[in-house]
Antibody, heavy 119, light 111 residues
Framework: EVQLVQSGAELKKPGDSLKISCKGSGYNFGPHWIVWVRQLPGKGLELMGIIYPSDSDARYIPSFEGHVTISADKSINTAYLQWSSLKASDTAMYYC????????????WGQGTQVTVSS | QSALTQPASVSGSPGQSITISCTGTSSDVGRYDFVSWYQHHPGKAPKLIISDVNHRPSGVSSRFSGSKSGNTASLTVSGLRAEDEGDYYCSSHAGGNTLVVFGGGTKLTVL
């Protein structure tokens, strides 16, 4: 089965670091861009950035650059989203998704990872 | 790249049809025939229901259809059913640095 499986929900304190994962299976992981998307409580989807697992080319939406790091390990078909110092405002659901091989559409989504940051 | 513009909410009665718009620019929706639509129910992964403006993936109901005119794409849901209630998002290929742009989402309520 072609799928993206994300790591489980996280409860963290402000200032903590965190790395969440997105593991692809059932397809050739490397040549498909992976996107990371944030959904704040009660809000819509926001693109954070994308990564090409084959060469780890990572690109960021300006509002997220410097606050998160996107990486990938193609040997284990996994992409990551990490924070070095979480804020309460990072509380959100985070989704990874796959672009088609032609880079034109998002055609597959992970189930989401809930990140809660609270003191 | 700015987000695509969608209405915050739409509603309709069972059996009726509704249309959700997705307005972009000449750099995304207007330039490429690569608009997708997703259905999102809380707690679940978004599901692709339309790709390439008007293509339905296998298994998606024919009650869902897509179209595009200029910088605006549209999703039509005909024969509304209770299970259609949820959030709907559009996206478009946009080239550039991050390749894709998303809409802000539309909440569909079946009255």
């Amino acid at each position: 089965e072609v799928q993206l499986v994300q790591s489980g929900a996280e409860l963290k304190k402000p200032g903590d670091s965190l790395k969440i994962s997105c593991k692809g299976s059932g397809y050739n992981f490397g040549p498909h861009w992976i996107v990371w998307v944030r959904q704040l409580p009660g809000k819509g989807l926001e693109l954070m950035g994308i990564i090409y697992p084959s060469d780890s080319d990572a690109r960021y939406i300006p509002s997220f650059e410097g606050h998160v790091t996107i990486s990938a390990d193609k040997s284990i078909n996994t992409a990551y989203l990490q924070w070095s110092s979480l804020k309460a405002s990072d509380t959100a659901m985070y989704y990874c998704a796959r672009l088609t091989i032609t880079d034109t559409n998002v055609d597959l989504w992970g189930q989401g990872t809930q990140v809660t940051v609270s003191s | 790249q700015s987000a695509l513009t969608q209405p915050a909410s739409v509603s309709g009665s069972p059996g009726q049809s509704i249309t959700i718009s997705c307005t972009g620019t000449s750099s995304d929706v207007g330039r490429y025939d690569f608009v997708s639509w997703y259905q999102h129910h809380p707690g679940k992964a978004p599901k692709l229901i339309i790709s390439d403006v008007n293509h339905r993936p296998s298994g998606v109901s024919s009650r869902f259809s897509g179209s595009k005119s200029g910088n605006t794409a549209s999703l039509t849901v005909s024969g509304l059913r209770a299970e259609d209630e949820g959030d709907y998002y559009c996206s478009s290929h946009a080239g550039g640095n991050t390749l894709v742009v998303f809409g802000g989402g539309t909440k569909l309520t079946v009255l």
